[in-house]
């Protein structure tokens, strides 16, 4: 868990959330993260930030990121190369969009490339200039209105990743965590097909990832399968993808 009092200030992140910026970026060094706030009012079932907030509150930083973010840059050889937003909440829920997209300008000014990823919207000023992502590991509304209750329907998300591909930004979604099927019985390759009809469709890349936090999700047979249909599927669509190191060492591939 990242300290409250780097909450809006640029950080390093470690283990999976590092994995995670570093598979976006396609980058190994010099990669950071930004929590523009702790808590979400998406309420996902599945999301371990529901462990840390208080229930219909943020915890706020002392200044506006931008701010705070500014100061870092007057520390000498300071100059991220990629930033993430955000692993404690999502940067464009209400609450949050004023303060993330001040941020992004600020960093796109500086030269820093950006990742976001969201269940409720992208940054809308210079799509191109940001790396936008939206999770989606179903597209039946059942799950999201059962797992996401607060988070925009599951076909806007699909749209608007459309929408900035179409403006010439670079998309990605998280397909994490994805539920074994004594949670949620769906296809995968439904699912996928959703998102890639060709490999010139509005998908750049995929990172897919276990069940976490849940005793129910302990089925080693069932992702050895989905792992082995996703990293096919996106093989042979060529679309760039990783899978979690976490899931991975689960089903006995590291």
Not at 53 to 67: E, T
Not at 179 to 190: A, F, G, M, S, V
Request: glycine letters at 6%; a positive charge.
């Amino acid at each position: 868990m990242v300290l409250i009092s780097m909450l809006g200030e640029l950080y390093k992140p470690k283990g999976k959330a590092l994995e995670t910026a570093q598979a976006i970026f396609n980058l190994k060094d010099n990669v950071y993260a930004c929590n523009i706030a702790m808590g979400c009012p998406n309420y996902c079932k599945y999301c371990y930030v529901n462990r840390y907030q208080i229930k219909g509150d943020f915890l706020k930083p002392v200044s506006r990121p931008f701010a705070l973010v500014q100061e870092q840059f007057k520390i000498a050889d300071f100059q991220p190369e990629g930033v993430f937003l955000s692993f404690m909440t999502d940067p464009f829920c209400r609450g949050n969009w004023e303060d993330s997209c001040m941020l992004i300008n600020y960093l796109i000014d500086n030269n820093v490339k950006i990742a976001t990823l969201s269940k409720t919207g992208v940054y809308s000023e210079n799509m191109p200039k940001v790396k936008s992502g939206m999770t989606i590991v179903s597209t039946d509304e059942k799950f999201r209105k059962f797992y996401e209750p607060n988070a925009i329907p599951l076909q806007d998300r699909i749209d608007i990743l459309r929408s900035v591909h179409d403006a010439g930004g670079e998309t990605w979604v998280s397909i994490e965590p994805y539920p074994t099927p004594n949670i949620w019985k769906q296809d995968l390759l439904w699912l996928l097909k959703d998102l890639i009809w060709s490999k010139t469709d509005f998908i750049d890349f995929i990172i897919f990832g276990k069940w976490n936090y849940d005793a129910r999700a302990n089925d080693k047979p069932f992702y050895k399968k989905i792992v082995k249909q996703f990293t096919e599927f996106c093989n042979s669509a060529g679309i760039r993808y990783h899978v979690k190191t976490d899931t991975l060492k689960y089903i006995g591939e590291i």
